[in-house]
């Protein structure tokens, strides 16, 4: 493992203009761990945008090869990184080596998966719609459209994976495929970790001859503000807070050329339990039901936040097992101090309300967080109270029993965006609730069928996503092949020479993609 010099990336140096410096903390203790590392300055912030800015001029014209094989050696640098990583991360975030593990396998697997992609070509988006010059009674012109990289792109770390949702996460991986050079700002939770993954993708960039630039990473509070304002940035990816989330698309809304923001931010991802379900294995769906609640102390965007059942006597069964399934959870240290204050917070607000009760959980105290149970009354959710669309990130779900059909109905369309709901349900249920189907789509970005939402698979077919306030846009994802979407834009070439067109537009077609020629797809070259 490389040393921790704690120093920002700049252009493939490492830079500590500022005095201040920042301290990685033991997440389990809460002792400072031996590292330091330096605040970024406003002229490092803007140096890192301008290096970016400038290698996109590079950058943007190599190959999907090339690029792909960029991504190839990030990947492999991330599998070398050893046990000694693995017990850093560990210590920052409290979370346990096997997790870490997969974690790290993932991550490295997403940036293959992208590289996949760049060599297959079909992000590219190639249409071509040949001259017609005897076409009456006006000619049509060649027109050749595909997409390219939108440029530099600001990613700002998550909390909860210090790996697949950070330094070379999901968002960098989609950003460097499309053709766009990152500034990644560092989570204060884990810098260190930032600091071993940050040397690794440098490591890869210059093995594969990337322009210096490619890849900068900046440490600090406060120093996210002049990354977005930055107007070298053409786009920011984010995973945080609903409130972190608002203030990036407000800062970027704002600038002289505004930018998009793509954050995902709150979500209580619903669970739906009907009736046939609950008859025949309602205490297995209890217990899976708590395994998932608590799962990584509920420090996931798709933790279950939200559980909804019709009264009957089974629901009522149901409950009680639920209750003795969450009362013997056992606590769990939480990825920082910020967080499990945050917790409690939360805890305190659904304590003090009249129209919710709590149902099980040992009080909130100390250094651990504390599985908890709630039911809150159905007009709550009916009236649209604020308190049950608010996420708390943690170890807790909210039980809301419903009258009927009609009210599970207005129960779902009062729900806010969501990035998943589940149904958990027999095959007799799920033709019964059909109809709630075009109800949930509009809601949520991902529906389950008797799973739990809190796996989010990276392969081409997931959308981790949905309408606002659990993202800022609900057309993309943030994980999967289709993440690269958010940082293309389209580019039209009309009667444009062949011999200058980029390859992909090419009539030879040198790339050998699929492309869609006259409306009709092809392989072919032309002419």
């Known amino acids: 493992m490389s040393t921790l010099l704690g120093q920002n990336f700049i252009a493939g140096e490492r830079s500590a203009d500022s005095e201040k410096t920042l301290s990685s903390i033991d997440a389990t203790t809460g002792q400072a761990l031996p590292y330091a590392f330096f605040q970024a300055t406003e002229d490092e912030v803007n140096r890192a945008a301008l290096a970016a800015e400038h290698a996109f001029v590079e950058y943007r014209q190599l190959s999907p090869a090339r690029r792909a094989a960029f991504l190839d050696a990030i990947a492999d640098e991330i599998d070398q990184l050893g046990e000694d990583f693995v017990s850093i991360v560990c210590q920052e975030t409290a979370l346990p080596a096997g997790r870490i593990q997969g974690e790290r396998a993932r991550t490295s697997g997403q940036m293959r998966l992208f590289a996949k992609v760049?060599?297959?070509?079909?992000?590219?988006?190639?249409?071509?719609?040949?001259?017609?010059?005897?076409?009456?009674?006006?000619?049509?012109?060649?027109?050749?459209?595909?997409?390219?990289?939108?440029?530099?792109?600001?990613?700002?770390?998550?909390?909860?994976?210090?790996?697949?949702?950070?330094?070379?996460?999901?968002?960098?991986?989609?950003?460097l495929a499309a053709g766009c050079p990152v500034v990644f700002k560092a989570h204060s939770g884990h810098m260190a970790t930032a600091d071993q993954v940050g040397c690794a993708i440098i490591r890869a960039a210059e093995r594969s001859g990337m322009p210096k630039g490619v890849f900068n990473m900046i440490f600090g509070s406060g120093v996210g503000e002049w990354l977005v304002k930055h107007p070298a940035i053409q786009a920011v990816g984010f995973t945080g807070s609903l409130n972190g989330g608002n203030a990036l698309c407000k800062m970027a809304a704002e600038r002289a050329q505004p930018i998009p923001v793509f954050a995902e931010m709150s979500s209580i991802n619903p669970v739906v339990l009907l009736p046939d379900a609950l008859t025949q294995r309602g205490e297995t769906v209890a217990k899976d039901l708590a395994a998932s609640v608590v799962m990584g102390c509920g420090q996931f965007c798709t933790n279950p936040g939200l559980v909804i059942g019709i009264k009957s006597a089974q629901f009522t069964q149901f409950l009680e097992h639920l209750k003795g399934q969450m009362a013997v959870q056992t606590p769990q240290t939480m990825l920082n101090a910020g967080g499990l204050r945050s917790y409690s917070k939360g805890l305190e607000h659904l304590h003090a309300h009249p129209g919710i009760t709590h149902l099980a959980g040992a009080e909130q105290t100390g250094k651990?967080?504390?599985?908890?149970?709630?039911?809150?009354?159905?007009?709550?959710?009916?009236?649209?109270?604020?308190?049950?669309?608010?996420?708390?990130?943690?170890?807790?779900?909210?039980?809301?029993?419903?009258?009927?059909?009609?009210e599970l109905d207005s129960a779902l369309k009062s729900l806010r965006g969501q990035l998943t709901a589940t149904l958990i349900g027999e095959q007799s249920d799920l033709q019964q609730y059909q109809w709630l189907v075009p109800t949930l789509e509009q809601k949520v970005g991902r529906i389950l069928v008797n799973g739990y939402p809190t796996g989010v698979e990276v392969c081409e077919a997931m959308v981790h996503g949905g309408p606002y306030p659990a993202t800022s846009d609900a057309r993309g994802t943030s994980v999967g092949t289709l993440a690269i979407d958010r940082f293309l834009r389209p580019v039209c070439f009309q009667n444009y020479p062949d011999a200058l067109l980029p390859p992909a537009l090419q009539n030879a077609n040198p790339l050998k993609l699929k492309r869609l020629v006259n409306s009709e797809w092809s392989e072919a070259s032309i002419g």
Not at 153 to 164: D, I, M, Y
Not at 377 to 398: C, N
Request: charged share 20%; no cysteine.
């Open 368 to 406: 651990q967080a504390h599985p908890q149970l709630f039911q809150a009354d159905a007009s709550l959710l009916l009236s649209g109270d604020e308190l049950l669309q608010e996420e708390v990130f943690g170890p807790t779900t909210i039980v809301i029993e419903v009258a009927d059909d009609q």
């Open 118 to 175: 760049l060599r297959r070509g079909d992000f590219l988006g190639a249409r071509i719609d040949l001259a017609l010059p005897d076409r009456t009674p006006l000619p049509r012109g060649d027109l050749r459209q595909y997409r390219i990289g939108v440029g530099p792109v600001a990613v700002f770390g998550a909390s909860n994976f210090p790996l697949a949702f950070s330094t070379a996460g999901g968002d960098t991986a989609a950003a």
